[in-house]
C-alpha cells in the first residue's frame, strides 16, 4: 500500500498539472483524482474542499523560487550590484522557464480563487521581495544603484521577467518568446544593470553630493 504522503503528493502534484492548465474552475476534483490514479472519495479524505487542493497545489509550487543559499550569503553581505543581479534574476528566469505552472497558478489564485490569494503569495513572496528591497535600498545609500524606489525596482524586477516572456509571443518578431535559459538571464540582467546601476561619472556626483 502507497504511504499517506505518497497519495497526498501524486493527488496535489496532479492538481498543479490541471489547474495550471484549465484553470480552476475548469478542472474538475474526478479529473485529478484520475490523473493522480486514485479514487475521488480517497481526494476528499485528504482534502475536504476542491479550494483546498488548490492552495496546496499552489503553495508546492512556491517550491522553485525558494531563494539560493549563495544568493542570501551575496545580499547579507550587501555584495556588488554587479554580483547579486544576476543572481536574482537567474532565480526568477529559471522558475518562469522551467515552473511555468507557478506563474499561471499565481495568476489563476487571483483572479479565479481569490479568498486566500493575498495572504498565501505573501507568505511565499513577501520575504524574497522583502530580503531583495533591502538590499537596494541599501545600496542606493551607499550610490551603487540610483536613487529610485527600492519597493517599485524590486515589483518591476519580478514583473518583467514572470510577465515579458508570455506577453512578448504577442509582438511578432520579439526575440524574447525565444530565449532560453541563459540567453534570457544575460537579456535581463543587461537591462537591469544599466537601468540601476550608474556610470562612473554619476557615481561620482553621487559621492560628491554626499560628502557635502
Not at 157 to 178: D, H, N, Y
Amino acid at each position: 500500500m502507497p504511504k499517506k504522503s505518497d497519495i497526498s503528493t501524486r493527488i496535489v502534484r496532479a492538481a498543479v498539472a490541471l489547474f495550471s492548465r484549465q484553470g480552476y474552475h475548469g478542472t474538475t476534483t474526478r479529473e485529478i483524482a484520475r490523473l493522480a490514479d486514485v479514487s475521488e472519495v480517497t481526494v476528499f479524505r485528504y482534502f475536504e474542499r476542491k479550494e483546498d487542493i488548490f492552495w496546496s497545489a499552489l503553495r508546492s509550487s512556491f517550491s522553485a523560487i525558494k531563494p539560493r543559499r549563495d544568493l542570501l550569503d551575496r545580499i547579507s553581505e550587501c555584495d556588488t550590484p554587479e554580483k547579486v543581479l544576476p543572481q536574482i534574476l537567474s532565480m526568477f528566469v529559471d522558475a518562469t522557464i522551467f515552473s511555468p505552472e507557478l506563474i499561471r497558478l499565481i495568476a489563476i489564485a487571483f483572479l479565479e480563487v481569490r479568498g486566500n490569494a493575498e495572504e498565501v503569495c505573501r507568505e511565499h513572496l513577501g520575504p524574497l521581495f522583502s530580503t531583495i528591497t533591502e538590499y537596494l535600498q541599501a545600496n542606493v545609500v551607499s550610490g551603487r544603484v540610483r536613487q529610485l524606489n527600492p519597493i517599485i525596482s524590486t515589483m518591476a524586477i519580478g514583473l518583467t521577467v514572470f510577465a515579458l516572456p508570455e506577453l512578448s509571443r504577442v509582438v511578432q518578431g520579439c526575440r524574447l518568446s525565444k530565449l532560453d535559459s541563459r540567453e534570457a538571464i544575460e537579456e535581463f540582467t543587461s537591462f537591469w544593470l544599466g537601468a540601476l546601476v550608474p556610470t562612473r561619472a554619476e557615481r561620482l556626483d553621487i559621492l560628491e553630493a554626499m560628502s557635502s
